[in-house]
């Protein structure tokens, strides 16, 4: 009986641990393959800002093998004064009104809840957390196509934005008489290596 008793407990301790065993995690980072552009508009012309240089880090959950399931985590952190535009005033301009020397960075960092889609190796990854601009956070929701090749997933997407929501004001050159409009809208490119 007491056999009995200890193969019984064996066989449920298995049980239950089995989908521990099976859950994994794939860990990716950001690779130097990575894009970013602010774009806006403005009284006379449209504008952007772009940046090549970024550190981000995702974490996936995977049922049994390699198919991803969930979102564990996702950071992102890219430092303003990387943003560059073909305009050197308005990058100077755009780094001062972001306070750059005082909040030098924007980051973004999930807060567990996430929804992914799957349709063969492309996912739609929807991620919310709380983004940090000038000192200022906000949470916001973040969707982006992810393909996942081998060890390689590369994750395209766009987010609009305001930028009075982060107390920036927007731009203004000539003594007012050219003026950015509020809106903006962010584009990342990022290939990510596990």
């Not at 981000?56 to 049994?64: A, D, K, P, Q, R």
Request: net charge negative; with cysteine.
């Amino acid at each position: 009986m007491k056999n009995k008793k200890i193969i019984v407990t064996l066989a449920v301790s298995c049980i239950l641990l089995i989908p521990d065993s099976l859950s994994q995690t794939l860990n990716y980072t950001s690779t130097d393959d990575a894009h970013v552009v602010i774009k806006g508009t403005a009284t006379m012309h449209s504008w952007k800002l772009s940046s090549e240089t970024m550190m981000s880090e995702v974490i996936f959950n995977t049922g049994n093998g390699e198919t991803i399931e969930s979102l564990e985590s996702v950071m992102f952190t890219l430092e303003k004064t990387t943003l560059e535009s073909d305009r050197s005033r308005m990058a100077r301009d755009a780094h001062e009104e972001m306070d750059a020397d005082n909040h030098p960075r924007i980051s973004f960092r999930s807060n567990g809840n996430g929804n992914i889609e799957r349709n063969g190796d492309e996912y739609r990854v929807t991620a919310t957390g709380d983004l940090t601009i000038s000192g200022i956070t906000r949470q916001v929701s973040v969707e982006a196509t992810c393909i996942k090749t081998g060890d390689e997933m590369v994750c395209t997407g766009t987010r609009d934005l305001k930028m009075t929501d982060y107390d920036i004001d927007p731009p203004t050159v000539m003594l007012g008489a050219i003026r950015t409009h509020d809106d903006v809208t962010v584009e990342f490119r990022i290939v990510y290596s596990q």
